[in-house]
């Protein structure tokens, strides 16, 4: 069900005597019209209940009316950004965001528009002109379609696991969590792999599409595992701190490991690949129950989920 939005209506001498606390990374969006109240060329509402799929007919674009002067990081500080990056909206630009943040925003009704206050953390692309910018390290990505053979019928399947890179911005310097950063370089056309349990979400819904037809989704430079060739036979480069390794079917009363020989929840395996500093190639390492990301017979995975290591060298 769509939330219930709280909408205040002022006068446009009040809407910009407003001034947004400095430091905050708060953004004003103008909105120029509501989903609900768009319609075919025949006059017939292209939404009817609201509270059907509420998440295809959210907002998800708008203009940038008003800016906070900065952003807030401080990983001591619980009320602040998830992520170190620049400001790199003006405005007037044009800017797509998350919509489940554009539901719940504070809102004012001003002269027909809204006008919603947003975390700058919210945001995903610009557009300024003829120039797509994407912000907060994010990418956009179409999705890789497989072909899968069948005599009978041409048809095709999304993997997840992968993006094609359509629109590449900057980076981030950092995240609260230590585990998480943007070391990886991607250009427009690179196949990526994605960590295991990625989630890319779509930047449109479909039926109100306003910056394309074609389907995009979206996810930061964080959950990439590595860069692959286009055929997926193999890796490129490796994100920073990330193994591949190949699993070592075998009881753990062989020695290699003895101190976790009778917890049956974790695996051992051998590190083929490495861009860890301290973590080589023959090493062996202990992994959770739960695994990485599988590509071409490696298990590929990312610092935090190595429980315990043994180097070789």
Request: hydrophobic share 35%.
């Amino acid at each position: 069900m769509r939330p219930v939005e709280k909408t205040y209506k002022i006068s446009k001498e009040e809407l910009d005597a407003l001034q947004l606390p400095l430091g905050t990374g708060a953004v004003m969006i103008r909105i120029p019209y509501k989903n609900k109240d768009q319609k075919t060329k025949s006059g017939i509402y292209l939404v009817g209940d609201e509270d059907y799929k509420p998440a295809m007919h959210a907002e998800r674009w708008g203009y940038v009316y008003k800016m906070s002067d900065s952003l807030h990081f401080d990983r001591t500080d619980m009320s602040s950004m998830q992520w170190v990056t620049e400001i790199e909206t003006e405005i007037g630009d044009k800017v797509w965001f998350d919509f489940r943040a554009a539901m719940y925003a504070y809102t004012y009704e001003c002269e027909g528009e809204w006008y919603k206050i947003m975390e700058y953390q919210n945001l995903y692309i610009a557009e300024r002109g003829k120039e797509t910018i994407t912000l907060n390290g994010y990418i956009l990505f179409s999705e890789y379609e497989e072909d899968l053979d069948s005599d009978i019928l041409l048809t095709t399947n999304i993997d997840k696991k992968y993006g094609i890179a359509e629109y590449v911005g900057s980076y981030n310097q950092g995240y609260l969590s230590p585990f998480y950063d943007d070391n990886i370089t991607v250009e427009k056309g690179d196949h990526v792999l994605f960590e295991s349990g990625t989630s890319c979400f779509p930047l449109e819904a479909g039926l109100h599409n306003e910056f394309s037809d074609d389907k995009f989704v979206i996810q930061q430079r964080k959950r990439i595992i590595g860069v692959v060739d286009h055929k997926h036979e193999n890796v490129l480069s490796l994100h920073d701190n990330v193994i591949g390794v190949e699993i070592k079917k075998t009881d753990l009363d062989r020695g290699e490991i003895k101190l976790l020989k009778d917890n049956k929840d974790h695996r051992i395996g051998h590190v083929k690949v490495s861009s860890h500093p301290n973590i080589c190639e023959g090493d062996v390492v202990v992994l959770a129950k739960k695994g990485g990301t599988i590509f071409n017979g490696l298990e590929y995975l990312t610092e935090e989920r190595v429980l315990y290591y043994e180097t070789t060298s």
